[in-house]
């Protein structure tokens, strides 16, 4: 079982202990340090950090759930944070979920991105300068009707969330994992790192999964993921009869911030380079 509490070949549970289906057992083989997975509890605490424009579902007063979208901020302890008019359908009932998803653009396929969907209640707070802050900052067009005199603030007390990270990366977390998680400093400025290590570093990113990864004999390996405990790659070969597999590698010690992740990637270098003059 890695950090996430999932079993490596990918099977998974419910929330009732019952087995999943055959999509979330299909995909590739995990090899490496497979138990450095950022957990989907931190997965999820990084997705909402920044705050979304997020899809609510509330159960209605006629047993029938009601969509529509709302800014969110987060609390410090990550919860989801509405401002909303006393006409909204969100301020007559608790029971909701939140849905926040990463953002896309034109080509991207929206099924392979990452989001995650909280189940809970909304409750009423009268919110302190802080938590106004930190909505204002997440969208300062807020501010027209923040103050408007029937608009209250409503705070989401997760039960539980259950995070998708793409195909065939899924699962369940519970309120208490949610809380105590903190968001990963790197995710959210590994694009550009990842296109830079793939266009520039491609022969060394294959060498660092083929020996620190447990690809062995990979042709091609890919970035597909930093995080602050490691690399996530793509190694293209055979592995047990398939001919792609994750390959996990992870770093000495986790990361602090986005600074950091250059000289990590050159240790990794190093060390690759090191078991194969070894071997």
Known sequence: VDRRGVVVTRTETSTDGAPSNAHDTSGPPIIGDVHSFPSYAELARTLVEGGAVA??????????PYTSIAPISVAPNGAPVICVSSLAAHSRTGRSSVLVQERCD???DPLALARATYVGTFVEFEPEQLDIDRHLAAHPYAAHYIEFPDFGWWRFEVQHLRYVGGFGVMGWADA???AAA????????AAPMI?????????ACTAIAEYLGAASGATSAPVTAVDRYGMTFTAHGTFDDAPVAVS?????????GPSQVRAASVDLVHRA???ATAT
Request: glycine share 2%; charged share 25%.
């Open 55 to 64: 899809s609510i579902a509330t159960l209605g007063n006629d047993d029938f």
């Open 106 to 108: 034109d080509r991207s």
């Open 176 to 178: 208490s994992s949610f």
């Open 182 to 189: 903190s968001p990963d400093p790197i995710i959210p400025h």
């Open 195 to 203: 296109a830079h290590l793939n266009d520039d570093h491609a022969d």
């Open 248 to 256: 996990r590698v992870a770093f000495p010690e986790p990361l602090t």
């Open 273 to 275: 380079r090191t078991e």
